[in-house]
């Protein structure tokens, strides 16, 4: 799949503030939670505030690792019923608690200066789908991009090409979102620049 946006050169392109969005299933093949890992530790060491749902597994837990183990800063945001439920990560420190999902989704984007989601399931989908609205209405300013690794989010797009083709959506909409092959195509395009030697 095509990556529509190119990245642009740090440090004009970095961000301070990013959203991830990701899974949070413990069942999840492990190379998802490596890079989800290596992602974390990417934006950690590039100084980047990184905002994420709080969750302790799957890719969310494995980001909020990644962040923790390169001493970055890291805001968990999550409703209170989740808390309850014992699903918040344990070395968090910094949390923003909310009411429901919706409120939730209105908290991660808040000074957000790019959305990055992660695979996930049907919670990851209905989050990105919604900031894609939100960019299409002028409601949204950040870069949206599509970490699109072994493939995982190919339907995705070509779904939204053929959203296109068909005329549900404008050409013009596919410079809405950006799709990177894996974790250091993600922080590329961020501005981040990679030590090829060390990595993220």
């Not at 969750?55 to 690792?65: I, N, P």
């Not at 808390?83 to 918040?88: D, G, L, V």
């Not at 981040?192 to 993220?200: L, R, V």
Request: with cysteine; hydrophobic share 45%; aromatic share 8%.
């Amino acid at each position: 799949m095509h990556s529509n946006i190119p990245a642009l050169d740090p440090p004009a392109a970095r961000p301070r503030r990013v959203c991830v969005f990701a899974a949070s299933s413990a069942r999840i093949p492990a190379r998802y939670t490596d890079a989800a890992r290596d992602f974390g530790h990417g934006l950690a060491r590039a100084g980047i505030t990184v905002v994420f749902g709080g969750g302790s597994h799957g890719c969310m837990g494995a980001l909020a690792d990644g962040v923790l183990a390169a001493n970055g800063r890291l805001v968990g945001i999550m409703p209170v019923f989740m808390r309850e439920r014992e699903w918040a990560h344990p070395g968090v420190r910094e949390w923003v608690w909310t009411e429901d999902l919706s409120e939730r989704q209105r908290e991660m984007l808040k000074g957000t200066d790019a959305l990055v989601t992660l695979p996930g399931g049907c919670g990851t989908l209905e989050e990105v789908a919604e900031v894609l609205t939100l960019k299409r209405l002028g409601l949204f300013h950040g870069r949206i991009i599509l970490a699109n690794q072994h493939g995982f989010w190919d339907p995705l797009v070509s779904w939204l090409d053929r959203c296109i083709a068909e005329g549900f959506m404008e050409p013009g909409h596919r410079h809405l979102w950006t799709v990177t092959p894996d974790v250091t195509g993600t922080l590329r395009a961020l501005g981040i620049a990679i030590d090829a030697e060390t990595g993220p």
